[in-house]
């Protein structure tokens, strides 16, 4: 499959527009990229947690045959005698899962029928075992069966030839069950998309190497790194590097050949030693950049040799939730699967705010026993141990707006991102 490159202004934003809201940030990725992998194909047995890069239909229909429901014994409904103390003779042999009945079950008779096995010709509803009295070669029951009763119906669950699943679809464990009942062995799917993530920051270090007092630990990588790895992508460790222009630069030379989407954390605003920016807006394709969202604002979109890439800020909290916001969707849709809107609830609050209008905010926050939403102590974006406490975000919208305890308001699980 040949994967058509991104176009050059595939972040523009209309001339004039200073601040980008997060809805509009939002949908120039929906619009402007596509995905950018190719199609292979892969047995079901390892699909899990694959993007279907086409529509899969039923090979087989589920269940293919009628079949039992209960272990039991099945007759005609038509020939029971109407009266309330109901005797069948039983006919010679038993049908069972694997192995079925090969005769007709002749009318006014019962066979012996176990749960799963075919449907014999004559039998149209059956009663479990439970609810019998076996009297040698016969059986004595209640009336008040209904016809069908305990039959599972041919194709009842899925049709031969119906469409079971579409383009873009990400492959859950039950998807795989239901592909594999219904004959599918082999899909096409979306290559694993490849992200490199990349540390800038003279004064970061990895762990596990001893710190000056002047240097701190490099958080973001590590975290972006597992955060890719758990959504199902190839994560690629771009390194790590000082604030150097012509360092960077190398770096990211590097990633976009190694990689089909890159992560960049510091260096993303407007400071001095922001080289970040600088180099996607001199070099590359810079196209947006001041979101108006807390915690993050100087969030990069841009394209480096063709590779789309992402620049978020430092602090690791605004790098977190800029990753969660705006990476996350980009990701999907590079990567081929179908968009889907991540999973909010409303829930009372158990915090007080007042926010001014302009940005989005995002808040750390984990529900109480009650259910009642309660946030972080601090909203400060070097507080690490609050994404540690936290469960989720409190959404606050971009209004100005008063959060009284009790009040409603959005709270998304990190589930609903993946993890």
């Not at 599972?152 to 873009?168: C, L, N, T």
Request: hydrophobic share 40%.
């Amino acid at each position: 499959m040949s994967i058509p490159p991104l176009k050059n202004n595939c972040f523009a934003m209309p001339p004039g527009v200073e601040w980008t809201p997060v809805d509009a940030a939002l949908a120039l990725i929906k619009k402007g990229l596509h995905p950018v992998v190719g199609q292979e194909r892969v047995t079901v047995d390892l699909a899990a947690d694959r993007i279907l890069s086409t529509e899969v239909s039923a090979k087989r229909s589920n269940p293919p045959l009628a079949n039992s429901a209960v272990d039991g014994y099945g007759f005609c409904h038509d020939s029971l005698a109407d009266q309330d103390i109901i005797d069948l003779p039983l006919q010679n042999g038993v049908s069972a899962a694997g192995k079925p009945y090969a005769g007709d079950v002749k009318a006014g008779y019962a066979l012996r029928i176990l749960t799963g096995a075919i449907i014999p010709s004559g039998i149209d509803t059956v009663i479990l075992e439970e609810d019998v009295s076996v009297n040698g070669a016969s059986i004595t029951f209640r009336s008040g069966l209904r016809c069908g009763a305990n039959l599972r119906g041919a194709a009842e669950d899925v049709a031969q030839g119906q469409v079971i699943f579409q383009a873009g679809h990400l492959l859950r464990p039950q998807d795989i069950a239901l592909l594999a009942a219904t004959g599918v062995h082999k899909i096409s799917v979306y290559k694993r998309l490849k992200v490199a993530v990349i540390s800038t920051g003279t004064e970061l270090i990895k762990v596990g190497d001893i710190a000056r007092d002047d240097q701190i630990f490099d958080a973001n990588k590590p975290m972006l790194l597992n955060m890719l790895t758990s959504w199902g992508y190839d994560a690629v460790d771009g390194g790590h590097y000082i604030d150097d222009p012509d360092v960077i630069r190398d770096g990211l030379n590097a990633a976009a050949q190694n990689a089909d989407a890159i992560f960049v954390s510091g260096g993303a605003s407007a400071g001095d030693e922001d080289y970040v920016s600088k180099l996607l807006k001199e070099e590359g394709i810079l196209n947006t950049w001041r979101v108006a969202v807390k915690p993050g604002r100087p969030i990069a979109m841009a394209l480096w040799n063709g590779t789309p890439t992402f620049g978020f800020p430092g602090n690791p909290v605004a790098a977190f939730v800029c990753a969660l916001i705006f990476g996350l969707p980009a990701l999907k849709t590079l990567a081929g699967q179908s968009g889907e809107a991540v999973k909010s609830y409303q829930v009372p609050a158990a915090f007080e705010k007042s926010k001014k209008a302009g940005r989005r905010e995002y808040l750390r926050a984990r529900l109480n026993e009650n259910g009642h939403a309660e946030v972080f102590k601090s909203e400060g974006s070097g507080r690490i141990s609050g994404l540690a406490w936290s469960d989720g975000l409190v959404e606050l919208p971009d209004a100005a707006d008063t959060v009284k305890s009790g009040d409603m308001v959005t709270y998304i699980p990190y589930s609903s991102f993946g993890f």
